[in-house]
Structure formats: structure tokens, C-alpha cells
């Protein structure tokens, strides 16, 4: 495990993605994970291959929402992470506050945005997961999904759960092979999943529901393979909170 000691940075402002409408068809499979596991990694660091192989586990079970979100942080020692983003660098920063912790960490799972776990402690991250989706504090709000010629349909009803939270959509892709030639990793060839491309904001639950339609042209734009919708509350520190719904898409 390798920590850095952090720095505050300010919530990322995203637009809310505008609306289309069209004729129904038959689209895309849709799963309600039990939970989400959110893996920070990167290529440059040598105690995190262990950890990208236990997120594929994850993602071939197919039963949990498993996303890689590459720093660059480590980009210094070597090797430039070729996923890497100062966005999913600021996401982890900011769920160390809401975390309450001082550092942050390669590799780090956060699960349901409420707990954290070392990456490639596979039984801690597995108990973690099976207690929460036993409890109220899983995937509790369902968010609602339809297809159209044209777009997805998207819904979350107001709830005491579902109120004050986020509507967020991540796009990534399910695998990805890279050759590192230097650094800690130089000479290995590792495989990653479900690796992060970009996370936009759909719309928020307050004292009404979402109701939209998120335009398929769009969603295809991103060139990722894969996305999945996430319902998130935010702390009041303006941090991730937690996660309280969330639907894996396939075959867009």
C-alpha cells in the first residue's frame, strides 16, 4: 500500500445533461448491483496489481457495480499512468474528507461511498460488500430504466433515502491491457477493468423526482463501452457521500 498525504480540493461542477425524447424500442441489459466498489489504482504503483486482478473478479461475477479510477499521483516515479486524471485524483481527496482521513492510498476500495477498504485485502472487501447489501445501508433506491429509439429513460422517486441526493452517469471501459516499460510495474503487462472515462451529472432528488431522457447519441460520443448510473449524496463539506442506488448499463 502506498499513501500520499493530501491536499483539499474544491467539488467539481459538471452540467447536467439536456433532454431528448423518441419512439420505444428494445435497448440495452440493465443490473441492479448489490453494491459499489470503487478501486483507486494506478500503473505506476507496484502494490496495486493485486488489486486491479480482485476488481476483475468482481466485474465477472457480474453482482457488483466495480469501477477503476486511475490517479496520477504516482506518475512521478516512472511511469505516466495512461488512465490517469486529476478528476479521479480529486475524487479520492475528497472522499478522504468525507472519510475523515488524513492520506490517501494506492490501493484504495471505497464501498457504497460509506467505508474504505486496502485494495487487495479481497475477504475485507467481500465482507464489506455482503454487509451492507444485507442492511440499510445497500442499494436501497431503485433507479428506474427504459429505452427509446433515441435515448434512456431515467427515473428515482423522492424517498427518505432518495432526497438530497445525485443522479451521476460514469462511462468507462470493461478492459483494457497496458505494456509498462518503466517505473515500479517496467516490464509487466497488466490487465485492468472496468477502467473510469468520464462521470457526468444527470440531475438531483430533492423535494421532486427525476424524470429525463439521456440522448444515446451523447452517451456513444464518450467512447467508452460501458456506463452505469450512480445515486450519491453529497456531505456537507460538498464531499461524496453515500451511495444509495445504482444500475449497470450494457450493450448501448
Known amino acids: 500500500m502506498r499513501k500520499l498525504f493530501k491536499t483539499l480540493l474544491p467539488l467539481l461542477v459538471i452540467p447536467m445533461i439536456p433532454l431528448v425524447y423518441g419512439q420505444e424500442v428494445d435497448a440495452a ?88 477498504v486496502i485494495g487487495s485485502k479481497e475477504g475485507k472487501i467481500r465482507d464489506t460488500i455482503e454487509a451492507y447489501s444485507k442492511s440499510a445501508l445497500g ?45 515500479e510495474n517496467h516490464g509487466k503487462t497488466l490487465e485492468y477493468s472496468n477502467v473510469v472515462q468520464d462521470i457526468q451529472m444527470v440531475g438531483m432528488v430533492d423535494d421532486k423526482p427525476i424524470r429525463t431522457t439521456l440522448p444515446l447519441h451523447e452517451i456513444k460520443q464518450i467512447g467508452a463501452d460501458s456506463c452505469a448510473l450512480i445515486l450519491q449524496r453529497t456531505t456537507k463539506d460538498g464531499t461524496p457521500g453515500a451511495i444509495v442506488g445504482a444500475a449497470i448499463i450494457k450493450n448501448l
Not at 423522492?158 to 518503466?182: D, G, M, P
Request: net charge neutral.
Open 29 to 116: 441489459e440493465v443490473i441492479q448491483p448489490k453494491a459499489v466498489v470503487e478501486l483507486f489504482t494506478s500503473q505506476g504503483c507496484s502494490s496495486c496489481p493485486p488489486a486491479d486482478k480482485i476488481l476483475g473478479k468482481l466485474v465477472s461475477e457480474n453482482e457488483t457495480l466495480a469501477l477503476a479510477w486511475h490517479v496520477d499521483y504516482w506518475d512521478y516515479l516512472g511511469w505516466k499512468d495512461s488512465f490517469a486524471s486529476k478528476a479521479n485524483t480529486k475524487r479520492q481527496r475528497r472522499y478522504a474528507v468525507s472519510l475523515g482521513q488524513n492520506q490517501i492510498y494506492t490501493p484504495q476500495v471505497v464501498v457504497n461511498g460509506r467505508s474504505h
Open 139 to 183: 442499494l436501497t433506491v431503485p433507479i428506474n430504466t427504459s429505452f427509446t429509439k433515441d435515448g434512456m429513460n431515467v427515473s428515482v422517486d423522492v424517498n427518505a433515502v432518495s432526497q438530497h441526493t445525485t443522479l451521476w452517469i460514469v462511462y468507462f471501459n470493461n478492459k483494457e491491457i497496458v505494456e509498462v516499460k518503466n517505473g
